[in-house]
């Protein structure tokens, strides 16, 4: 799920304490093959949608089972008829027709606003902490994509008045002179990404990352934005810094997905975004393992 539908769902409820009203849709448990994964969650409104269970003949009659519930159509059943929860158990493949083939078990839970604090908790995501450091065009346009995705995204610049108004609060914008000082503080696990707008500002925060990673080795992945020749000329001025080449090693660049074409903003950017999606998923399998 994003970090921009919770939002939307907060939005939506704020206005008033009587009103409007929902029904918090969650996946409350799968078994076998399904759409979505336990915790997704979709907030029906007698006009409007917010998130998704994934889309399909699940989805459906969800929104059916919601609108119902908003109506009053629901009286047979106790906990309904209460304006408690109740679950709903779904075949996909028997019932529903869909070749997934699973089991899922759907929690229906008519919400009122504004938002709780606890349930505001409860379906906030878990992003990937990702620092990004530059206010340029790439970074910009980064920013509009993994502001969508699941990632807590810290966008550092030693530029003032570089960062555009109106963002989520899951993208917190930092001023840093020098840029650099800001690595020392990062989140362990944190996503780095290198692209300010001087090669200088650049190595000097490559060299900040190396030396933390030599003392606490916690960076999940270092990334900078240029060419071959660039990271050639940057490994060099490394290894003439003391780094060895086994630390050099730990730095990507060129960044980005191979096989996607084009040097737009826009398309470094997608590229980019699918690395770290990647990446976050190759963690998650390895802690699973």
Do not use: Y
Request: charged share 20%.
């Amino acid at each position: 799920m994003t970090p921009l539908a919770l939002e939307a769902l907060v939005a939506a409820l704020c206005p008033r304490p009587e009103g409007p009203r929902a029904v918090l849709v969650t996946v409350e448990h799968v078994q076998g093959s399904a759409p979505r994964e336990a915790g997704a969650w979709m907030a029906v409104f007698a006009d409007q949608l917010i998130n998704t269970l994934g889309g399909g003949h699940l989805e459906h009659s969800a929104i059916a089972l919601a609108r119902q519930c908003l109506s009053g159509g629901l009286d047979a059943d106790a906990e309904a008829a209460a304006g408690g929860p109740f679950t709903r158990r779904f075949s996909l493949g028997p019932s529903l027709g869909q070749c997934c083939g699973g089991v899922v078990v759907l929690r229906f839970e008519p919400i009122q606003g504004p938002l709780h604090a606890d349930l505001k908790a409860r379906l906030r995501p878990r992003g990937t902490p990702v620092a990004l450091f530059g206010g340029g065009h790439v970074g910009r346009a980064l920013v509009r994509i993994l502001q969508t995705l699941p990632f807590e995204v810290r966008w550092l610049d030693s530029r003032d008045e570089i960062f555009p108004p109106g963002l989520p609060s899951h993208v917190q914008c930092e001023h840093s002179d020098p840029v650099q000082a800001a690595v020392p503080d990062l989140a362990p696990g944190t996503r780095v990404l290198i692209m300010s707008f001087s090669h200088a500002e650049d190595l000097d925060i490559v060299q900040a990352c190396l030396k933390r990673q030599q003392m606490r080795g916690d960076l999940a992945f270092i990334g900078l934005i240029g060419s071959k020749t660039k990271w050639a000329t940057f490994r060099h001025r490394l290894r003439e810094r003391g780094f060895s080449e086994q630390a050099c090693d730990l730095v990507t660049c060129p960044i980005g997905v191979p096989g996607i074409a084009g040097k737009e903003p826009e398309v470094i950017a997608v590229a980019v975004a699918a690395q770290l999606l990647m990446q976050s998923r190759t963690s998650a399998s390895e802690r699973a393992g």
